[in-house]
């Protein structure tokens, strides 16, 4: 059975950091392509970073608003990503999940909330 | 990036069918998956590729299309099917979201 389980969230002032890490097991994961997604208090769902495997030299992308304040990671023997968040901002507050893609996302963690707001 | 366009809201009444549409603002081919979210869950799979059926998924629900628009069909809709409905597609870095149908039940 596939898990995937997120942590880390909570309430956090502006300008401060948060790291988010998602679990996973039941599947592959040194061969997945594993994603970050938020979704904001009004229910849009915006990918937020992607991070390929190995074999694509574990290749980074970032939605344009938080390029150079995110950070996404994996540990493949912990089966594991992360997500280093700095200098956070209230237009970031959202519902972070992590989702594992194979072409659509079949596999979604129950996700975490960063709130930020002082 | 590629806009994905859905009605916001649609109510019908248990027993009913129901489509919900979702156009794409470019072509995606086939790779357009649907969603259902509750309130506090995260999103569900429906339908991948268009016209898939996602493990466990009953029957009931079906999708169609192709190119830039795309059809979820639930048929008899159940009182469980309460919901919100997302489209995603996956053909167009970066894989967008459609801003979800909430889907009442009368």
């Known amino acids: 059975e596939v898990q995937v389980l997120e942590s880390g969230g909570g309430l956090v002032q502006p300008g401060n950091s948060l790291k988010l890490s998602c679990a996973t097991s039941?599947?592959?994961?040194?061969?997945?392509?594993m994603y970050w997604y938020r979704q904001f208090p009004e229910k849009r769902l915006e990918w937020v970073a992607r991070i390929k495997a190995k074999s694509n030299n574990y290749a980074t992308d970032y939605t344009e608003s938080v390029k150079g304040r995110f950070t996404i990671s994996r540990d493949d023997s912990k089966s594991s990503i992360y997500l280093q968040m700095n200098n956070l901002k209230e237009e970031d507050t959202a519902i972070y999940y992590c989702?594992?893609?194979?072409?659509?996302?079949?596999?979604w963690g129950q996700g975490t909330l960063v709130t930020v707001s002082s | 990036d590629t806009v994905l366009t859905q009605s916001p809201a649609l109510a019908v009444s248990p027993g009913e069918r129901v489509s919900i549409s979702c156009r794409a603002s470019?072509?995606?081919?086939?790779?357009m998956h649907w969603y259902q979210q509750k309130p506090g869950q995260q999103p569900k799979l429906l339908i991948y590729k268009a016209s898939n059926l996602a493990s466990g998924v009953p029957a009931r629900f079906s999708g169609s299309g192709s190119g830039t628009d795309f059809t979820l069909t639930i048929d008899p809709v159940e009182a469980d099917d309460t919901a919100t409905y997302f489209c995603?597609?996956?053909?167009?870095?970066?894989?967008?979201f459609g801003a979800g149908t909430k889907l009442e039940l009368k």
């Open positions: 039941g599947f592959t994961f040194s061969t997945a392509w």
């Open positions: 995603q597609q996956s053909w167009n870095d970066p894989y967008t």
């Open positions: 989702a594992r893609y194979g072409g659509w996302f079949a596999y």
């Open positions: 470019e072509g995606v081919n086939s790779y």
